[in-house]
């Protein structure tokens, strides 16, 4: 079996490791910004975050209202109470100190990653936000630049396009799979 990956944002480094660690494993990827440029381009809170020195503070916050005030930042869509109960519970207590571990070794793994884009031959689609201030839209041409084959689409939205922009993103997605990674070699990105 040859599945399509899709990986949008935080997955997209787990989801670019794979293709290059099995290269006739997956169809194609579909991915989203995910930090990658070197050096760091990344905007608050998670340049905040990746270079806390101190999980502490977090821990005693505990993730519940951290992950509220990035549901907050939807800017179209309306999250239903039991989407909104399953984001909370899952960085429930201290679930979201533990997550930062990952966003920290960026600085040290970035540079490491870089390297292994050019040798991925899977399609990558990069779905990203035009107006991220997260993660900022740099780190997808950062990727697109270092993938031999991708095609770059940014999407009128912020942080959550897979949310705030479904219809698009879902139509992208689905262009993708029917016969848009058969074609895929570089493609200039579409603004």
């Known amino acids: 079996?040859?599945?399509?990956?899709?990986?949008?944002?935080?997955?997209?480094?787990?989801?670019?490791?794979?293709?290059?660690?099995?290269?006739?494993?997956?169809?194609?990827?579909?991915?989203?910004?995910?930090?990658?440029?070197?050096?760091?381009?990344?905007?608050?809170?998670?340049?905040?975050?990746?270079?806390?020195?101190?999980?502490?503070?977090?821990?005693?916050?505990?993730?519940?209202?951290?992950?509220?005030?990035?549901?907050?930042?939807?800017?179209?869509?309306?999250?239903?109470?039991?989407?909104?109960?399953?984001?909370?519970?899952?960085?429930?207590?201290?679930?979201?100190?533990?997550?930062?571990?990952?966003?920290?070794?960026?600085p040290t793994d970035l540079a490491i990653f870089s390297a292994v884009l050019p040798q991925i031959q899977t399609p990558v689609q990069i779905i990203a936000d035009r107006r991220d201030r997260v993660v900022l839209p740099v780190n997808a041409e950062y990727h697109h630049g270092g993938l031999p084959r991708s095609e770059l689409h940014l999407i009128d939205s912020g942080h959550f396009a897979w949310e705030d922009a479904a219809d698009e993103y879902a139509g992208l997605v689905t262009a993708w799979w029917t016969d848009g990674y058969k074609s895929c070699g570089k493609s200039n990105p579409s603004f």
């Open 1 to 106: 079996m040859h599945p399509h990956i899709v990986g949008p944002p935080v997955g997209t480094g787990a989801a670019l490791l794979a293709a290059a660690a099995q290269p006739r494993r997956f169809l194609s990827l579909i991915v989203g910004t995910g930090a990658a440029a070197v050096p760091l381009q990344l905007g608050d809170p998670l340049r905040e975050r990746v270079f806390a020195p101190d999980f502490e503070p977090y821990r005693r916050l505990g993730g519940r209202p951290i992950v509220e005030r990035a549901i907050q930042t939807l800017e179209r869509y309306e999250i239903s109470d039991a989407a909104r109960e399953d984001y909370l519970a899952s960085y429930e207590g201290n679930r979201f100190a533990g997550s930062m571990r990952y966003v920290q070794s960026y």
